[in-house]
């Protein structure tokens, strides 16, 4: 069993992404900007931000955080919105999830130009996504292939099986493994709470994508010798032994799942940084095409 390792993979993306950044400043042009906006004070999203913002700066980008009061209308975050859609010094910004109630998020995400949208939840990019064609691909699924490409994993005619079928994870990675493409080419099935004898599917699969928020839902019965497993899951757990309280969980039990799997991700350490590093070339792919670079 080998472990994918998001930690290594993430510093050599930082490392590629900071040198085409020096290369660039070295021409005379500024840094790429990422904006990240922030509404409410959910624990698990300020820490997100944070580290996104952390990662960003330490690849030479410019990013900054919008933070705003849970109270703020859908109105005045659309107005935000339309600044940074506006603003020639922003390549890329993304509205963290989740939102609070009373607004809504596709009606947000809908309002990101398209050209900006580097988390690509916008419906524009989605589209784009489905038809095969250059699009802004969510971060957690595109991080996962580029997980899965720098391990040189073969996903030619292998069954995937997702499960979870979430507009941000689940269903744009079924598409991703599916597009005739080098890490793609896969037999996808889409496994969801309505599924029937979910086992079934899992026991078939040569690599198994687990994204449904059920801490260790996936067991060692479940999944079939030399199995690729990807653990996108990440619940808080309370525990008092942890001086913030709680500790993270993903969605498969890795005691017992490791030791029959030829490629396991880590919880944290795997996914989670994966997300980050792709959030990272979306911004850099948002202001090389602005800037025809
Ligand atoms: P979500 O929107 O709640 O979707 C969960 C999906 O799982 C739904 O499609 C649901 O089916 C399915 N599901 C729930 N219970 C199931 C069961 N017992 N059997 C089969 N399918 C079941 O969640 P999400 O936003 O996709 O996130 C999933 C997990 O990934 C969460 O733990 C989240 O925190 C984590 N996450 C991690 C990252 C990262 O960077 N690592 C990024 C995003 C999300 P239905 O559609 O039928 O309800």
Redesign the pocket.
Known sequence: MELLDGKKILGEIKLELSQKVQNYIQKGRRAPCLVAVLVGDDG?SQT?VASKERNSIECGFTSRALRFDASMTEDALLLEIEKLNADPEVDGFIVQ?PLPKHISAQRVFDAINPEKDVDGFNTINSGRLMKGMNSFVP??PL?IVELLKRYNIDTQGKHCVV?????????PMSILMSLPSQFGNATVTL?????KD?KQFTLQADIIIA????PE?LTGDMVKDGAVVVD????RIDDNTKKSGFRLS??VKFDEVAPKCSFITP?PG???????ASLLQNTMKAYEAKNNL
């Open positions: 698990a997100y999830s971060a957690t991080g499960i979870g079928r979430s507009d941000i994870v689940g269903r496994c969801h709470s309505k599924t979910l994204a449904l928020g059920k839902f996108v899951g990440i619940t993903g969605d919880v795997g996914v989670g940084l994966m997300t980050i």
